[in-house]
């Protein structure tokens, strides 16, 4: 069983769609941070959440805490936001789990 | 530019071989990371270091070894032993515990 699952796995949109990205978690947590990974592999760090909303540009991220919940938003997606985004949480102990990725690819 | 440095982008070593992964950091974090990353699998950690000197083993730490000799550097070495070492290796630092995380661009190892 996995701690962190998000959805979908694949995920293919035309340029200037809007995008949501799910993740749901089962350990109490004291944040959660959402990734970005590129082909070349290197792993940029978007978002760290702990409560409510946070935006940076044409992402928002959002979390309910509540619900063990979160939802990475990509407004007018373009070809360069094509990655693999990762959501990961860090438990009350320290402890990071990661979701297995989704991949996005944004066709011009 | 701050930030975290992995070399080489991609090694290549024959079976039986030890090899070792660089990771270097000059971002003043005190924690320093290594995760193994395959296809269809969330990052799994292999071994983590809050202070030097001072390492804890992650789930997957079998086969593999590290050092914390100084605050800015964070060697794996993936030994002989480890019966899969074929994968994306990831390094990556933050101050304790987990604020300000930052990874590497990753090491692609291949075994043949």
């Known amino acids: 069983k996995n701690e962190v699952e998000q959805s979908p796995q694949n995920l293919t949109a035309q340029e200037g769609e809007f995008i949501t990205i799910n993740c749901s978690y089962s350990?109490?947590?004291?944040?959660l941070h959402w990734l970005q990974q590129h082909p070349g592999g290197g792993i940029v760090s978007l978002f760290m959440l702990s409560s409510g909303k946070k935006k940076h540009g044409r992402l928002i991220a959002t979390i309910n805490i509540q619900e063990k919940h979160s939802s990475l938003h990509i407004t007018a997606s373009h070809p360069r936001d094509s990655a693999v985004y990762i959501c990961?949480?860090?438990?009350?102990?320290?402890?990071?789990?990661f979701g297995t990725g989704t991949s996005l690819t944004v066709i011009p | 530019d701050g930030g975290i440095t992995q070399s080489p982008k991609y090694l290549f070593r024959k079976e039986g071989q030890n090899v070792t992964l660089s990771c270097e950091q000059n971002?003043?974090?005190?924690?320093m990371y290594w995760y193994r990353q395959d296809p269809g699998q969330g990052l799994r950690l292999i071994y983590y270091?809050?202070?030097?000197?001072?390492?804890q083993k992650g789930d997957i730490a079998e086969g593999y070894s590290v050092s914390r000799e100084k605050k800015e550097s964070f060697p794996l070495t993936v030994t002989s032993a480890q019966k899969n070492p074929t994968a994306f290796y990831l390094c990556a630092s933050s101050i304790w515990p987990n604020y300000g995380y930052t990874f590497g661009s990753g090491t692609r190892l291949t075994v043949v």
């Open positions: 990961a949480v860090v438990d009350t102990g320290n402890q990071f789990y």
């Open positions: 270091s809050q202070i030097v000197n001072d390492f």
């Open positions: 350990v109490g947590i004291s944040a």
């Open positions: 971002l003043n974090h005190d924690a």
